[in-house]
């Protein structure tokens, strides 16, 4: 009796979670990947900007620019912006010119240390919201806006930047909107004939699918056997305690109800189907954290490759 209700709830819980893993594989992949530029690229990039005059020079305002770029270069990104507000501060007014220059000194700063949500309030508080393209860091500010915007969850802010860099700039348009599909896993646009011949990322997207593993695949061998899904994703330990936890569970209430104790044999089978679905779950979540490691870890030797971070394109810095 006892081994009848025993394999028939056992029975009826992998039913029912066959039936969930025969639905569609868990969503699109998250894989945040994130990029800081190597010193040596931004220490190597001349000014967009001209040299300071012998004039400029005896300024204070320009004396903290002077430190400001010292900083910057050497990677010291908080002093750098402390100086460059000080500069900003000092300049007079009538210099719009180099005040324009600290301004998208600052914007730079913050993007390259990943405060994008700071990178974005610096432009907006400035007064390079009304620059022609005649600036002379014109499309390295499109290309620090778009990716500051997307970053920082503000997508209609960063489509409009999009659409002036098609008018403007459409090749750098181009180059970016590839970039937002690798770092966003959008393998319909990815896999697009639109793009043409392309060894490096025939590679990346090969390498991918090769080793991928299937969510589905994951859950459904967890649901047949508590512990085989992990087992799956290489991760043997966790195989092996999922697997005994579930035999104790299960062994547990079969001697309950075998000994007429029905209250603590419905217990300890509650508390197993708690343990046997949160494995399944897990094993589909170990699937997809799998698969967002490997897709980051090649997507971005990819980027890095065919130089799709803007910082890697930039032609001139601070």
């Known amino acids: 009796m006892a081994v009848k209700i025993v394999t028939n709830l056992f029975i009826g819980s992998i039913g029912l979670c066959l039936v969930a893993c025969s639905f569609k594989e868990a969503g699109q992949l998250e894989p945040n990947i994130q990029f800081a530029a190597p010193v040596h690229v931004i220490e190597n990039l001349p000014s ?18 002077l430190i400001a770029n010292k900083f910057a270069r050497e990677n010291d990104l908080y002093r750098a912006i402390t100086s460059y507000k000080r500069a900003l501060i000092l ?79 459409p090749k750098v348009a181009e180059n970016l909107q590839h970039a937002e ?23 990346f997207l090969t390498t991918y699918n090769q080793h991928a593993k299937s969510v589905r695949h994951a859950k459904t061998l967890n649901a047949l056997l508590p512990g085989a899904g992990y087992y799956y994703l290489g991760q043997k330990n966790t195989a092996i305690t ?20 029905w209250a603590a044999g419905a217990i300890t089978t509650s508390l197993e189907m708690g343990w046997y679905i949160g494995g399944i779950n897990g094993a589909g979540l170990g ?32």
Not at 183 to 188: C, G, H, Q, R, V
């Open 242 to 261: 999922a697997f005994l936890v579930n035999s104790l569970f299960i062994a547990t209430a079969y001697y309950f109800f075998d000994h007429g104790n």
């Open 48 to 65: 967009a900007f001209p040299d300071l005059t012998s004039e400029e020079l005896q300024e204070d305002w320009a004396k903290e620019l």
């Open 181 to 203: 599909d690798v770092l966003y896993a959008n393998f319909s646009a990815l896999h697009s004939p639109c793009l043409g011949s392309n060894e490096n990322l025939s590679y």
């Open 91 to 169: 300049i007079p007014s009538s210099q719009l010119y180099r005040k324009q220059q600290i301004e998208y000194d600052i914007i730079l700063s913050y993007y390259l240390g990943e405060k994008y949500q700071e990178a974005v309030e610096a432009f907006e508080a400035s007064s390079l919201t009304n620059i022609s393209a005649q600036f002379l860091a014109f499309e390295n500010l499109l290309q620090i806006l778009h990716d500051a915007y997307s970053r920082a969850g503000q997508p209609a802010k960063a489509e409009k930047v999009f659409a002036l860099l098609e008018k403007v700039r």
């Open 287 to 318: 699937a997809k954290e799998f698969n967002e490691h490997l897709y980051k870890t090649l997507a971005k030797d990819y980027m890095i490759k065919n130089h799709l971070f803007p910082v890697l394109t930039f032609q001139t810095s601070f």
